[in-house]
């Protein structure tokens, strides 16, 4: 079964990545299950336009890799990122609970076999159930240490041909500075990868932006928590910051 017939602007396939943060209050840690609820309500409402939407999820509000890796912490660096993997696994499974609560057909994917709760990832297997319209959350990064989930988004979108990949954040999109610490700050619309790079500016880390920017994977930066913005995303509007390899004036 294919997803049905789009209006144009809507995308036919898009990546989302989502970090842990969205699944946690700002400044706290853990899971909240109302924020989690927040995003599965705005996801499902954006499958539902006939999106295909796989979903990379992070893991910072529980625990990242870099934590143990500064000074002497007694866990290995690679041990540390295995257990940032693992704390995305913990996200996806509270997002999958809380996308199925919603009436959303999902599977939950894992780049780290663990078939006692989640399926393991292969790519052909994630475009099937993504062409039979279920949600597909990817959890545990690439299942290789020393990245995070951006570059996880970056790959997933890539191999699942995805037309876009969109980042969800905290803020209306890609600033000239941190718009959470400067109220002058400037927002851009558009950019390329190579203003990107050369400006430093936040959007993805540096491998996958080089990903994204090798292949030509457009990135969309967009604030997740005005309500609706992910269906405004999937649909095409022009919301938040679209970086690609060209400028269309
Ligand atoms: N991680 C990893 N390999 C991956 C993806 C993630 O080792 O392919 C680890 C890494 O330590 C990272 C942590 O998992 O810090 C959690 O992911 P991330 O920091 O990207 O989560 P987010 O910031 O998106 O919530």
Redesign the pocket.
């Known amino acids: 079964m294919e997803t049905p017939q789009q209006p144009a602007g809507l995308h036919r396939r898009v990546l989302l990545k989502i ?3 969205s699944f946690v209050r700002p400044g706290e840690r853990g899971i909240a299950m109302d924020e989690v609820l927040h995003v599965a309500r705005q996801t499902v409402r954006a499958a539902a336009r006939g999106v295909q939407l796989a979903v990379v999820i ?4 529980i ?4 934590a143990f890796t500064a000074g002497n912490s007694g866990v290995q660096e690679a041990t ?3 257990m ?2 693992l ?2 696994v913990i996200n996806g499974l509270a997002l999958q609970d809380a996308l199925e609560s919603l009436g959303a057909q999902t599977r939950l994917m894992t ?1 780290i076999r663990m078939e006692g709760v989640a399926e393991p990832y292969i790519r052909r297997r994630a475009k099937r159930h993504l062409e039979k319209g279920r949600i597909v959350i990817l959890a545990a ?12 988004a970056a790959q997933r979108a890539l191999e699942l041909e995805a037309d876009i990949l969109m980042k969800a954040t905290r803020v209306d999109g890609v600033y000239s500075d941190d718009p959470e610490k400067n109220p002058h700050a400037m927002l851009y619309r558009e950019l390329t990868y190579q203003q990107v790079r050369e400006q430093n500016l936040r959007v993805m880390d540096a491998t996958a932006l080089s990903q994204c920017m090798e292949h030509g994977m457009p990135i969309l930066v967009f604030n997740y928590r005005r309500d609706g913005n992910i269906e405004r995303a999937v649909a095409g509007e022009r919301i938040g910051t679209i970086v690609s390899g060209r400028r269309d004036g």
Not at 58 to 61: E, R
Not at 63 to 66: C, I
Not at 143 to 152: C, L, R, Y
């Open positions: 970090s842990g943060e992070g893991g910072g509000n625990l990242r890799g870099s540390a990122h295995s940032g993997m704390a995305t780049a990064g690439t299942g290789s240490p020393f990245v995070t989930t951006d570059t996880a």
